[in-house]
């Protein structure tokens, strides 16, 4: 069995162009399992860094089934980020393998950390067929340089969007966020983590330990899937 992985869970090696990837598929642990998420990972970290199984864990424990893959750039070991094009690409192929195993009912949610979130809001924007778009630490723009900005896709996108991301986010002004959001139409949810990074970290004089954030954010997921599901 590979590493991180859990004995009821599907494991995946993906054809993507030629080139191939791995990704796991792990089902609810509690909850009515109606939503699938397909969750990529950020520029830096990878399928099975600990932010990607912490953040599984918590939302398996409230009734969304969940996958986790690598982008081909990871899958290879690492180097530079794959082009947005090549992060869409491989992330189609591991939805349309994952849609497959979810069975009818679901509601299909895609998303990630960071990049991997924001390749999944292109898609959106494209409008890819899915039910719900779910991002943590959107990047709006590289650290310092709020100049470049990545939001000219954002009023494009018509499903119902979950968005967290911490107050002290470099990658994010929270006044530049939601300037952009007022030129967005579809039902976006911004959620401002008080005083957590872009790995939503938080300072101890928050009063929360980082579990504690996050199992906060994976009970407001699971409150607006379920008023989604009602849509």
């Known amino acids: 069995m590979p590493p991180n992985a859990t004995q009821d869970s599907f494991q995946w090696c993906i054809n993507v162009g030629g080139e191939e990837t791995s990704a796991v598929l792990e089902p609810a642990t509690g909850g009515e399992r109606k939503a699938l998420f397909v969750a990529g990972h950020g520029a830096g970290i990878h399928m099975n860094h600990r932010s990607m199984l912490k953040l599984s864990e918590v939302l398996r424990g409230r009734g969304f089934d ?5 982008f081909l750039y990871r899958e ?30 679901k509601k299909l949610i895609i998303g990630g950390r960071s990049m991997g979130g924001r390749a999944a809001s292109m898609m959106a924007a494209e409008n890819f067929n899915c039910d719900g778009l779910l991002l943590f630490a959107y990047p709006l723009h590289p650290p310092g340089h709020p100049e470049k900005l ?16 911490g ?45 504690q954030v996050l199992e906060e954010m994976a009970e407001t997921t699971k409150a607006w899937v379920t008023k989604i599901s009602r849509i």
């Not at 992060?87 to 939805?95: F, G, H």
């Not at 494009?156 to 967290?164: G, H, K, N, R």
């Open 76 to 105: 290879k070991g690492g180097g530079p980020p794959d082009r947005m094009p090549k992060l869409q690409a491989c992330m189609k192929s591991v939805i349309e393998k994952a849609r497959a195993h979810a069975g009818p009912g």
């Open 66 to 70: 969940v996958v986790r893959f690598n």
């Open 167 to 211: 107050t002290r986010d470099p990658f994010i002004t929270r006044d530049l966020m939601e300037s952009a959001l007022k030129k967005v139409k579809t039902q976006w949810e911004m959620l401002w983590v008080e005083g957590a990074d872009h790995s939503f970290h938080v300072l101890k004089s928050s009063g929360k330990t980082d579990a």
């Open 150 to 165: 990545r939001d000219a896709h954002l009023p494009s996108i018509t499903v119902p969007v979950l968005c967290f991301n």
